[in-house]
């Protein structure tokens, strides 16, 4: 059984920045391809961003040149660097190991409880 932990989140102004981290445990995720998504009131779960295996990364456009996944394999970590934040950026955030996308949603066999994140105008 593996583990995913969120943190981090909070409350921020406009144009501020935030860390999220997800530690993962009971297994080893660095095989693994991690994502983090993020869920608003109302909205269908987002892709935020993804860190595959061999390093390459992809962003929603919605947050590309802001964000940036990376990740600790020492510390088994994955984290989202969040800068130049936008209230529109306010949502739950979760991250997830080889996420796939079927049936019109996500789907993980691990995800975490999510942090969550509120960006002031």
């Known amino acids: 059984q593996g583990h995913l932990v969120e943190s981090g989140g909070g409350l921020v102004q406009a144009g501020g920045s935030l860390r999220l981290s997800c530690a993962a445990s009971?297994?080893?995720?660095?095989?693994?391809?991690m994502a983090w998504f993020r869920q608003a009131p109302g909205n269908q779960r987002e892709l935020v961003a993804t860190?595959?295996?061999?390093?390459?990364?992809n962003y929603g456009d919605s947050v590309k040149g802001r964000f940036t996944i990376s990740k600790d394999n020492a510390k088994n970590t994955v984290y989202l660097q969040m800068s130049s934040l936008k209230p529109e950026d306010t949502a739950d955030y979760y991250c997830?190991?080889?996420?796939?996308?079927?049936?019109?949603?996500?789907?993980?066999?691990?995800w975490g409880q999510g942090t969550q994140v509120t960006v002031s105008s």
């Open positions: 997830a190991a080889d996420p796939v996308f079927f049936g019109g949603s996500w789907h993980s066999d691990y």
């Open positions: 009971g297994r080893n995720f660095g095989s693994y391809a």
């Open positions: 860190l595959r295996d061999g390093g390459s990364t």
